[in-house]
C-alpha cells in the first residue's frame, strides 16, 4: 500500500486511495489537519502536531514551526539542547503521519508519495526524499502540489475535455499550473511561481503593521514569547478576515496594552505589495502554455490562504470570474497524492487515467560567451533543458574549453531563468578532466536528465575518448549524503516519540498551558491550579482516572477559550 502525503509548511495530511476515490487518513485526535510543528518535551520526548503549535507560545525555545522553508538548506534549527536540520524534523512529521495511518489500516507503511511545491529546486526536493527516508518510508515519488491538486480535479472531471488553472497558495510557496484534460490524459502544459511567497508572509505583514502603529521597538523581536503570541493573535484575526468583516489584535505586554483593528481594505493596503507578486507568475504559465485566460474553463484554488477573500478578488480580478472552490483548498492536495498512489498501484479504477508533468524551471549552466571584438564576457547562464519541457527529459548539449592551457572544465549547474549564472539558483560545481590535444577534440557533452520527481542528473561525455562521467552533484551544503542520511537516521532513532495513545491527552495540556499564559490575574491563578491538577493526574498514568476527567478539562478549556477578555477573535487556530 502506497500512501499520499501533504507535507506542508503549516499543516501536513496523510491520505490513501481506496479503490474508487482518495481518502484522508485521521491523526490520533481525529483531525485531518496535523500542524507541521515539532516540539521537545521536558524528557526530550517529541511532541508533534496541535499540542506543538500551542507550544510555539509556551516553549518557543524547544519547538519549531515552518521548517518547510528551510528544506535544502544546512540551516539547524535548535530545540531545546539538540540541533536538527529541516529535513529531520519534516522527517518527525512524516513518522507520525505513517503511525496515523498505520493505526487506521492496520498495517505497516513503508512506501509515499510526498508532494513538494512545483518550484522547490533540486536541493529542496532532494531534502524532500531524505526526509521521507529518515521516517523509515520509501519515497515512490515526488509530485509537484499543483499536479496533485490537479489530479483530484480531474478526478472529478475525467469524462470531460476541460482546460484548467491551478492556483496554490499555501503557506509558505506560490505554485501556479496550467493543465490540459482529454481523453484521460492529464497534460500540465506549464507551472510557474515563488518559493517564497505564502500565508506567512501576509502574516508577516501583519505583525510588521502591529509593530508599526503601536510604535513597538525593534528590539522586541527578540523577544521570543511575545512573537508567537503576537503570531498567534494576528494567525488568528487574519483567519477571521477570512469570513467576517473585521478582527482586532490586543496584546498586553509589560502593564501596557497594545492593539489593532482591521478590516478587508485595511488587509488588502497592507498585503498590496504581496498581492501583486501573485501576478507574474500566472502571466508567465499563462505565455509559456500558449493560452489566453479567457480559454480556461477553471480556475481551481488549493492551499489554506486562497481562502483569504483578498486572494480570492484578486484572483476574480485577474480572470474576470471567480474560481472553482469545491473542493476544500486544505485537502486538494493530499488527495491528489491518493489518487497518483492509486495510479502507482495500477488501480483498476484509475485505468484510463495519465498524467504528464513538466520541468517548472529552466536548468542549464555557466558559461563565457564571446563577443563581436574577440574577447570573453564571462558569468552567462546557458540553460540546457529549458523551463516547461515535459518530464522525463534528456538533452545534451557540448561545450568546449576557453582556452588550450586548461586541464578541466568546471559545469557550474544552475537553475532559473536569468541571463546571469549568478543570478539563479547554484546547484553544485562538476569538475571535468580535459585531455590535451587540439581544441576541437576537447569538447564534452554535457547531457541533463530531469526525472519525473523533478530531481535532476548530470552526465558528462569526452569526446576524445568517448570517456563517460555519470557525475553526482555535489558541493551543495543544502544536499545530505546517503551515508550522512543513514547516520541521521540512527540519531533519530533514539528520540522518543510521544505515545499515540496519550497524544489527546498531552495536546490538551499544552492548550492548557497556552491559556494559561494569555490570561492574567485570578483567572490565571485559577487555570494553573487546574492545569496542575491535570499535570498531576497524566503522571499518574491512572487511565480510568484520566479519562473520567478529560472532557471536564476539556470543557473547561472551551469555556475559557470563548471568553472575550482572551482575545477579540476567540475562534481557535484549526
Ligand atoms: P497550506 O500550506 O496549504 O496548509 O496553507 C496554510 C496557509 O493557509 C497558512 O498560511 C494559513 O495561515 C493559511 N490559511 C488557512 N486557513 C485560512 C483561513 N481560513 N483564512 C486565511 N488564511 C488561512
New binding site residues.
Given amino acids: 500500500m502506497i500512501v499520499g502525503i ?1 507535507l ?5 495530511l496523510i491520505a490513501v486511495w481506496e479503490g474508487v476515490a482518495p481518502r484522508l487518513i485521521p491523526n490520533g485526535l481525529g483531525e485531518v ?1 496535523t500542524p ?1 510543528c515539532v516540539s521537545l518535551d521536558k524528557d526530550d520526548t517529541v511532541i508533534v502536531g496541535r499540542a506543538a503549535r500551542d507550544r510555539l507560545q509556551t516553549h518557543p525555545e524547544r519547538t519549531a514551526a515552518v521548517f518547510k522553508r528551510h528544506m535544502g538548506s544546512d540551516r539547524m534549527i535548535r530545540l531545546g539542547k539538540r540541533d536538527f536540520r529541516a529535513e529531520e524534523l519534516s522527517a518527525l512529521i512524516l513518522r507520525s503521519l505513517k503511525e496515523d495511518a498505520e493505526a487506521a489500516l492496520g498495517h505497516p507503511v513503508t512506501e509515499a508519495i510526498i508532494t513538494v511545491p512545483a518550484y522547490f529546486s533540486d536541493a529542496q526536493r532532494k531534502a524532500t526524499r531524505a526526509a521521507g527516508q529518515l521516517a523509515g518510508l520509501r519515497v515512490e515519488r515526488l509530485l509537484n502540489e499543483p499536479t496533485a491538486a490537479a489530479l483530484t480535479y480531474g478526478i472529478h472531471l475525467r469524462d470531460q475535455e476541460s482546460k484548467f488553472l491551478v492556483f ?6 506560490f505554485d501556479v499550473s496550467v493543465l490540459d484534460l482529454f481523453e484521460g490524459v492529464m497534460e500540465v502544459r506549464a507551472s510557474a511561481g515563488d518559493n517564497f511567497l ?3 508572509d ?2 508577516d505583514c501583519l505583525i510588521e503593521q502591529f509593530f508599526e502603529q503601536n510604535k513597538l521597538p525593534a528590539r522586541l523581536k527578540k523577544d521570543a514569547k511575545f512573537m508567537q503570541r503576537l503570531t498567534a493573535q494576528c ?1 488568528i484575526a ?6 467576517s468583516p473585521q478582527a482586532s489584535i490586543r496584546l498586553s505586554h509589560d502593564k501596557a496594552e497594545y492593539a489593532m483593528d482591521l478590516d478587508e481594505p485595511a488587509l488588502e493596503r497592507y498585503c498590496a505589495p504581496l498581492l501583486a507578486r501573485l501576478r507574474d507568475p500566472v502571466e508567465q504559465a499563462l505565455r509559456d502554455a500558449n493560452l489566453a485566460a479567457a480559454e480556461l474553463d477553471s480556475i481551481v484554488l ?7 477573500p483578498v486572494v480570492r478578488r484578486m484572483v476574480a480580478r485577474m480572470f474576470g470570474r471567480t474560481p472553482a472552490s469545491d473542493i476544500n ?2 485537502e486538494v ?1 493530499a488527495l491528489g497524492a491518493a489518487v497518483q498512489a492509486g495510479l502507482k498501484m495500477k488501480d483498476a479504477a484509475l485505468d484510463e487515467i495519465m498524467m504528464t508533468d513538466v520541468s517548472p524551471y529552466s536548468l542549464g549552466i555557466e558559461v563565457s560567451k564571446q563577443l563581436a571584438d574577440g574577447s570573453y564576457s564571462r558569468g552567462h547562464f546557458d540553460s540546457i533543458i529549458e523551463r516547461n519541457s515535459a518530464i522525463p527529459v534528456s538533452r545534451v548539449k557540448c561545450y568546449f574549453p576557453l582556452g588550450e592551457q586548461q586541464s578541466y572544465i568546471d559545469l557550474a549547474i544552475f537553475q532559473g531563468e536569468a541571463r546571469m549564472a549568478n543570478d539563479n539558483i547554484s546547484l553544485g560545481v562538476l569538475r571535468i578532466p580535459l585531455p590535451g590535444g587540439p581544441q576541437h577534440q576537447r569538447g564534452v557533452d554535457v547531457r541533463f536528465t530531469y526525472d519525473i520527481n523533478g530531481l535532476l542528473q548530470v552526465e558528462a561525455t569526452i569526446l576524445k575518448t568517448q570517456e563517460t562521467h555519470a557525475l553526482l552533484i555535489e558541493g551543495n551544503a543544502g544536499v545530505l549524503s546517503d551515508t550522512d542520511i543513514a547516520a541521521r537516521f540512527e540519531q533519530l532513532s533514539d528520540l522518543k516519540i510521544h505515545p499515540r495513545d496519550r497524544l489527546e491527552y498531552r495536546t490538551l495540556l499544552a492548550r492548557g498551558e497556552r491559556l494559561y499564559q494569555e490570561l492574567r490575574g485570578r483567572e490565571r491563578e485559577w487555570l494553573g491550579q487546574q492545569v496542575l491538577l491535570f499535570e498531576r493526574l497524566l503522571d499518574s498514568q491512572d487511565m480510568r482516572l484520566i479519562q473520567k476527567n478529560r472532557s471536564a478539562f476539556e470543557e473547561m478549556l472551551n469555556e475559557v477559550e470563548r471568553q472575550d477578555f482572551l482575545n477579540p477573535a476567540t475562534e481557535s487556530i ?1
Fill in positions: 501533504d506542508g509548511t503549516t499543516n501536513s489537519l507541521s496554490d497558495l499555501g503557506g509558505g510557496t505564502g500565508g506567512e501576509f502574516l494567525e487574519k483567519r477571521r478576515l477570512s469570513d488549493a492551499g489554506g490562504a486562497t481562502r483569504m483548498p486544505d492536495v484549526q
